[in-house]
């Protein structure tokens, strides 16, 4: 009998809970693979290679299972080869405007995202390549799953694309980052 109350009042209290409203903040850290092309006065050359990319969302839910907000999408390359030359380290840094939408946001689940960037990009330079900075825009897509562990918090994975394109990188950059991220989610 115990077992039975204590069922129906679980039930009860998730069907009454829609925990996918008001404020949301997401985070999400792993791995990506940056593919690169520097276009500079030098031939065009590309990178590629392992890159940690990470994200900060923060927004609130405007109808039911949809979330609008701002965040950051920046990547880390530890050590890109331009002209076969080590450019030092590289990180490029987006924020803007993204949208989430939960398609079940009762249960948690599959969600796809995407935004529209302002891009800044650092390369750090090395004893053979001077340092640089850029500034552009790029767009984030990705689709993700998360899993209640809590009334409010989930946790999860999501698949992204990045996409950059930065100035004055010595002339231009474009760099696309693939990646898996373990995303915690307050929602």
Request: charged residues 10%.
């Amino acid at each position: 009998m115990k077992r039975y109350i204590l069922t129906i009042a679980l039930t009860a209290r998730t069907a009454a809970a829609d925990p996918h409203d008001g404020l949301y903040v997401r985070i999400g850290v792993g791995p990506g693979y940056a593919l690169a092309t520097l276009y500079s006065s030098a031939p065009d050359n590309a990178s590629h290679g392992i890159d940690v990319s990470t994200e900060l969302a923060v927004g609130t839910t405007i109808r039911r299972g949809l979330v609008i907000g701002v965040g950051t999408f920046p990547m880390v390359v530890p050590s890109p080869t331009y002209d076969m030359v080590d450019a030092g380290g590289q990180h490029i840094s987006a924020t803007g405007p993204f949208a989430s939408y939960y398609l079940d946001p009762a249960r948690g689940g599959f969600h796809v995202q995407g935004g529209i960037l302002f891009s800044a990009g650092y390369v750090s330079g090395s004893d053979q390549r001077a340092s640089h900075i850029g500034f552009g825009y790029g767009a984030t897509a990705g689709a993700g799953y998360d899993v209640y562990i809590a009334d409010r918090w989930s946790i999860g994975g999501l698949a992204r694309v990045t996409a950059y394109h930065l100035y004055n990188v010595d002339n231009d950059m474009h760099l696309v980052s693939p990646s898996l991220l373990l995303t915690a989610t307050y929602h």
